[in-house]
């Protein structure tokens, strides 16, 4: 790359000018390749020639940018003149190929002002935002009301709530701070909420293999349940045995992911063990899905799991934000009367129940309780949180998949046990 610093750097930015400009007029081209070129301000010379003038001008007066102002209204007002010919002629009111032809004008003062990196970034993004017109559609159909009242509720937890929260604890008796509350709130709804729009707008089709893959990330127990219930009403038992093991398998490393945002020492602890068990609940539910007898009827086969319930409701939210209290107080008598083998064997016990308040709260603490114990805690209630999946897969589905299921999750327990005890040999 050495023959780039014996170009001018003037005539790089032309070149760069050049080719956006020519980019979205070829896009513009391909666009519009049906309609009559009459009825268009232009496209590929039209818009290059557009972001050429554009250039001249910036450089004609880098410092005050009159030139490139006047060319600038100039430009708006022949776009101005055309978008009301384009109504008189056809009825048709867009303005994506207006507003895209002032955007190229203004490629020039962006290469010349912004890092390479953000100008490629507006580049890519007025290519993808005027070809994805029909997804947009398409998405637009399939939202409701209710969805953009979720996203707003989200933006509100996240950008508004958050940074204004103070971070000193509650009080003496609730060592738990309400920023750290409500942060363990926002992203573990922001985990399922991304879930959620998967499964509703990306794959509301999906089979039911990927239906368990994204109902991992949303709650591993919940898409055990469904699963399991749906089993006994005629899906297929191997293909639900597999799509339980996947959903277990996220749960890993949705977990892990959590412990990287709040506590970088002990994910990085987990992040071998984890990755591991990973792995093997994907291998055991490839086997299972080798074990599939009917294999036209299973490829057509599709789950009737829906897309789920809305992550953000403000009572699922007040009630993890409840447990996440309960816990730490529970956790912090524990830690006092009994010592990191009480919080150990807490664990246990609280893996039978919503695991995630218990783990944030571990991963959040700074005082207290070693990171060897937090590590141990996060893998007993795993391991205690397999087993009641195995409870619930067993009584709620046919006996056709019960042994399946006994036998994977008794290889997953195991695994888990065996990891847990080389943390405390070692």
């Known amino acids: 790359m050495e023959i780039l610093t014996y170009i001018p750097d003037e005539f790089k930015k032309f070149i760069l000018v050049l080719i956006f400009s020519?980019?979205?007029?070829?896009?513009?081209?391909?666009?519009?390749?049906?309609?009559?070129?009459?009825?268009?301000?232009?496209?590929?010379?039209?818009?290059?020639?557009?972001?050429?003038?554009?250039y001249v001008l910036f450089i004609a007066d880098p410092v005050n940018y009159i030139p490139f102002l006047i060319g600038f209204v100039l430009i708006g007002a022949l776009l101005a003149i055309q978008y009301f010919h384009k109504i008189g002629q056809n009825s048709k009111y867009g303005l994506t190929s207006t507003i895209l032809a002032l955007l190229t004008y203004c490629i020039p003062i962006m290469v010349f002002t912004q890092p390479v990196w953000l100008v490629l970034s507006f580049i890519v993004a007025l290519l993808l935002i005027t070809e994805l017109k029909s997804h947009f559609i398409t998405l637009s159909k399939k939202a409701s009301e209710e969805e953009f009242i979720t996203l707003a509720k989200f933006i509100a937890f996240a950008g508004i709530i958050l940074p204004l929260l103070p971070e000193a604890n509650i009080s003496e008796q609730i060592p738990i701070s309400p920023y750290h509350l409500w942060l363990a709130i926002v992203v573990v709804s922001g985990i399922s909420y991304a879930s959620y729009l998967l499964k509703k707008f990306v794959f509301p089709d999906s089979g039911i293999f990927l239906t368990g893959l994204l109902g991992g990330i949303y709650s591993s127990t919940a898409t055990t349940v469904i699963l399991a219930r749906q089993e006994k009403q005629g899906l297929s038992g191997p293909q639900t045995v597999a799509a339980i093991m996947i959903a277990n398998g996220m749960m890993y490393l949705r977990i892990?992911?959590?412990?990287?945002?709040?506590?970088?020492?002990?994910?990085?602890?987990?992040?071998?063990?984890?990755?591991?068990?990973?792995?093997?609940?994907?291998?055991?539910?490839?086997?299972?899905?080798?074990?599939?007898?009917?294999?036209?009827?299973?490829?057509?086969?599709?789950?009737?799991?829906?897309s789920g319930k809305n992550p953000l409701e403000l009572r699922t939210a007040a009630i993890f934000g409840v447990l996440f209290v309960v816990f730490a107080l529970i956790t912090d008598f524990v830690l006092k009367s009994y010592g990191s083998?009480?919080?150990?064997?807490?664990?246990?016990?609280?893996?039978?129940?919503?695991?995630?308040?218990?783990?944030?709260?571990?991963?959040?603490?700074?005082?207290?309780?070693?990171?060897?114990?937090?590590?141990?805690?996060?893998?007993?209630?795993?391991?205690?949180?397999?087993?009641?999946?195995?409870i619930y897969g067993i009584s709620l589905s046919s006996k056709n998949i019960r042994r399946n299921l006994i036998v994977n999750f008794t290889i997953l327990i195991l695994a888990g046990l065996f990891i847990s005890l080389l943390f405390y040999l070692l």
């Open 341 to 390: 083998a009480g919080v150990t064997g807490l664990a246990f016990v609280v893996g039978v129940t919503d695991i995630d308040p218990f783990l944030l709260n571990l991963l959040q603490q700074k005082d207290g309780i070693g990171q060897t114990t937090i590590v141990l805690a996060i893998l007993n209630a795993t391991n205690s949180n397999n087993l009641l999946k195995m």
């Open 22 to 54: 020519l980019l979205i007029g070829l896009e513009q081209r391909r666009h519009h390749i049906n309609e009559n070129e009459d009825l268009l301000f232009g496209t590929d010379r039209t818009f290059t020639f557009v972001g050429l003038l554009a």
């Open 256 to 306: 892990l992911f959590l412990a990287f945002i709040f506590n970088r020492d002990v994910a990085t602890r987990l992040a071998i063990p984890f990755l591991a068990m990973f792995v093997l609940t994907y291998i055991l539910s490839k086997i299972s899905l080798h074990k599939q007898t009917d294999i036209s009827d299973s490829e057509n086969q599709e789950s009737k799991m829906g």
